[in-house]
């Protein structure tokens, strides 16, 4: 199989963070690629426990989605199981989830 790029939508609706997968599924094994995309924003992606090895942290400019890739496109590095981060910016935080599996 070859690797799936994952892009994550974030957005306000009606005054709200919303992601477009909040439950967003990759697997390991297959090399999958995640990458969080917006035409609004600044917004910060943390992890506490990051499925994506040393980096933690990934920062959306405002208008990233508009021109570039506002994240860098990444590999799941770590093992099985569910990494619950936060998206942070100018509507408040939310916390949806990266499942890895195999």
Same mark, same amino acid.
């Given at each position: ?20 997968? @909040?439950?967003?599924? =990759?697997?390991?094994?297959?090399? /999958?690629?995640?990458?969080?995309? %917006?035409? *609004? &924003? !600044? ?26 890739? @506002?994240?860098?496109? =990444?590999?799941?590095?770590?093992? /099985?199981?569910?990494?619950?981060? %936060?998206? *942070? &910016? !100018? ?12």
């Amino acid at each position: 199989m070859h690797p799936a790029h994952k892009d994550v939508r974030i957005e306000i609706i009606n005054g709200r963070i919303t992601v477009e997968i @909040p439950d967003c599924p =990759v697997s390991k094994g297959h090399g /999958d690629i995640v990458r969080w995309v %917006s035409d *609004t &924003g !600044p917004w910060d992606i943390v992890f506490a426990n990051s499925p994506f090895g040393t980096q933690t942290k990934f920062s959306i400019p405002a208008n990233g989605g508009k021109s570039l890739p @506002p994240t860098p496109a =990444v590999p799941v590095t770590q093992p /099985d199981g569910q990494y619950k981060y %936060s998206v *942070t &910016g !100018p509507s408040g935080t939310l916390d949806p989830n990266i499942i890895v599996k195999g």
